[in-house]
């Protein structure tokens, strides 16, 4: 049996200049390689057998490329710098501040440092460690520090000025790891400082981050006089040769650079109109399709994950038979054991059970359904919706969530309407405090029972009450009684 090795290459901020991938996917075809794959954290992998590996990495040293062979120990320094120009343009934080940020790391971060613009909506803003935020007051930045292995979120006292920005991830860094069970804020932030002087100014008003809308980033779309170019694959991997071609096509077109996304994604930017043909001849010639729908884009997966990836092409296609909206929402499956969640980005979240019971079929295919509060992707509180679901069931409970969410998401959009006059405003606004779903938690597992759903596993129509339901409704998780669930506040439901 051919044993395979993932060699990765960090691409820092997302940017890969078109002549080193050119001569990264020359090496690899000499070595037999055929494929690669982006990952989370904008950063590739080439997959490599026992035969050739030690051939591909020996042409890397030659290339004088940094990588890592079935390791991570250093992740990539991920950015929004993808976003500008194509999704939004940004006050003060340009190309050039990007760069000169990332070229001032002279050393390889060993955590997950992330620099994000605070206007758009395509990059994941608190999926590292060490989270940079852009600020209103030119070249400084909110810096949010998540304490690794915790829910625990703290928000630096002073904004810090974009050259300090390696200096200040260095020592974070360095205390971090030599103080693993610190999670106190403001000793972290009193250490740092008292070690060296930063240029900061003070957080004269909270982070104000836009409501999420994952722009469609596939396909050709104008900008200006130019076009860019956004290539997903449905199977995560980009044949070596076409990314040669690419690379090449890019060369002659004089576009210096490609960008890597969280979605796993590459965007090609400043296609002149005139070249427009070329590129379509090598999408035709690799038939590669840049139609996909909009449910199949906004899913996290974890990186070089097959199982994740079926997955997720299965609640798609029941998504697809019951022609479900997902706009406004985004989907992060977890299936591997030892990985976290707070690496992934998505407002619902389908986890993995673990043989959490000595009878290993019991959780064997079983899934936790968990949605963020608000649906706001970004945030880090989540809260249990069912547990212990079966694949053949995932489709049925997400669908219900959805549905959940547009419900939220459409009296909200009452209120804020124009053509709705001062008194119905109000009607609505007094309708929202009235529809507030009523849920029974079970006092063992925690499942939810939700009075607007029902439970269609149990053929129990939505809309029925909890004092309504047959005295032998069981928790379909524990098998717990119906005695056993008590009413809890949607805020209050235990994760």
């Known amino acids: 049996m051919r044993k395979y090795h993932h060699v990765k290459i960090n691409l820092p901020g997302g940017i890969v200049a078109a ?215 449905r199977d995560e991997c980009f044949p070596v040769s076409f990314l040669k071609d690419i690379a090449s096509l890019c060369l002659k077109a004089k576009v210096g650079q490609l960008y890597t996304t969280p979605w796993k994604s590459l965007i090609v930017k400043g296609i002149a109109q005139g070249d427009r043909m070329a590129w379509e001849y090598v999408l035709n010639k690799y038939r590669i399709n840049v139609h996909h729908a909009a449910n199949e884009l906004n899913w996290q997966i974890e990186d070089l994950n097959e199982e994740g990836l079926n997955l997720k092409r299965y609640i798609i296609r029941q998504f697809d038979k019951d022609d479900v909206r997902t706009y406004g929402l985004c989907f992060a499956i977890k299936t591997k054991y030892q990985s976290g969640l707070f690496g992934l980005f998505g407002a619902v979240v389908i986890s993995k059970q673990f043989n959490t019971s000595r009878n290993k079929s019991a959780a064997m295919n ?10 706001n992707p970004n945030s880090r509180e989540y809260i249990l919706f069912r547990k212990g679901v079966q694949k053949e069931e995932l489709g049925t409970y997400l669908i219900s969530l959805c549905r959940y969410f547009y419900d939220l998401t459409t009296e909200a959009d009452k209120i804020l309407h124009s053509v709705y006059r001062q008194e119905v405003v109000h009607e609505a606004a007094m309708k929202i405090a009235e529809d507030i779903p009523v849920i029974y938690q079970c006092k063992h597992c925690y499942t939810v029972y939700v009075e607007q759903y029902g439970d269609a596993a149990a053929d129990i129509a939505a809309g029925t009450p909890f004092d309504q339901l047959p005295e032998s409704y069981q928790c379909p998780t524990c098998e717990a009684s119906k005695n056993e669930f008590q009413r809890a506040e949607a805020e209050k439901v235990m994760p």
């Open 366 to 375: 079983r899934y936790d359904i968990l949605y963020t509060k608000d649906f």
């Open 19 to 233: 002549g080193d991938l050119y001569a990264w996917m020359e090496a690899a075809e000499r070595c037999g390689i055929d494929q690669v794959q982006f990952g989370n954290r904008q950063q590739m992998y080439c997959c490599a057998d026992t035969g050739n590996v030690k051939q591909f990495t020996k042409e890397l040293d030659q290339l004088g490329v940094f990588y890592e062979v079935n390791h991570d120990e250093h992740p990539n320094i991920l950015t929004s710098y993808v976003a500008e120009d194509v999704f939004q343009n940004a006050n003060w934080l340009s190309e050039g501040v990007y760069k000169d940020i990332l070229q001032l790391f002279d050393y390889r971060p060993r955590v997950k440092v992330s620099l994000v613009d605070a206007n758009q909506t395509f990059i994941p803003f608190f999926t590292g460690i060490i989270n940079f935020v852009s600020s209103p007051v030119n070249n400084y930045w909110y810096l949010y520090v998540r304490f690794p292995k915790t829910t625990i979120i703290y928000c630096w006292k002073g904004l810090i000025y974009s050259d300090d920005i390696p200096r200040m991830c260095r020592l974070v860094e360095e205390i971090l790891l030599a103080n693993k069970e610190l999670t106190d804020g403001d000793a972290l932030y009193n250490m740092v400082h008292n070690s060296e002087h930063f240029v900061t100014q003070p957080v004269t008003a909270e982070l104000s981050l836009p409501k999420f809308a994952l722009p469609y980033y596939e396909g050709f779309n104008r900008y200006g006089e130019k076009t860019w170019l956004g290539i997903y694959r």
